[in-house]
């Protein structure tokens, strides 16, 4: 466990109590346990029972460990938390993509743009040089002519034969989607 800095023994000695970041002796400021402290914490976990990986976990977030957390995923969680405690959180902006990555992943996007998601069951057609090409969204990427493909791109090159954007080729970009949004509120 990380050492708890109590301050407030210093206030019998007749001094004001320390404030973080305001001036004052920077030796008397909490020192952030270096690299090797947090490694040492860190490799502590391992040698932890799962018991007490879950009474850890609730003293650090004051809530329960999820249901069904493996032991694995308990001692990453409560290293990061150590981490995080030492060197400090994420900026919004990062924990913002992060969820935002996170939120197109459990949707199960299939484009590469993760402002895009193509519902399972969805027909994209597109008319080239006289023929249309009919594509059908599944579950595990996209199916053309019969034959399943990971991906739109993929798919795009062979009916051109030329390096297209799959997405960009099917009209499934953003831009696109904004503009079919427009023309429907008109």
């Not at 466990?1 to 206030?11: E, K």
């Not at 040492?40 to 009474?55: K, N, Y």
């Not at 150590?82 to 996007?109: F, I, K, T």
Request: proline content about 5%; aromatic content about 6%; overall charge positive.
């Amino acid at each position: 466990m990380l050492p708890i800095h109590d301050t407030s023994a210093r206030q019998h000695t007749g001094g004001p109590a320390p404030v973080p970041g305001r001036g004052g002796n920077c030796n008397d400021r909490v020192r952030k346990p270096g690299l090797s402290d947090i490694e040492v914490e860190i490799a502590g976990l391992l040698g932890r029972s799962t018991r007490e990986l879950r009474l850890a976990w609730r003293k650090w977030r004051r809530t329960e460990p999820p249901f069904g957390i493996s032991r694995d995923l308990l001692i990453r969680s409560l290293a990061s938390e150590l981490q995080q405690r030492a060197h400090g959180s994420p900026n919004l902006a990062l924990r913002r993509r992060l969820q935002s990555l996170a939120r197109a992943s459990e949707r199960s996007a299939r484009s590469v743009d993760p402002g895009v998601v193509l519902k399972t069951g969805t027909t994209l057609v597109r008319q080239w040089r006289g023929h249309a090409h009919t594509v059908l969204v599944r579950e595990d990427g996209f199916e053309y002519e019969g034959q399943q493909y990971r991906s739109l791109t993929v798919i795009a090159e062979r009916i051109t034969a030329a390096h297209w954007s799959g997405p960009r080729f099917f009209g499934v970009t953003k831009r696109a989607h904004g503009s079919l949004l427009t023309q429907a509120g008109h």
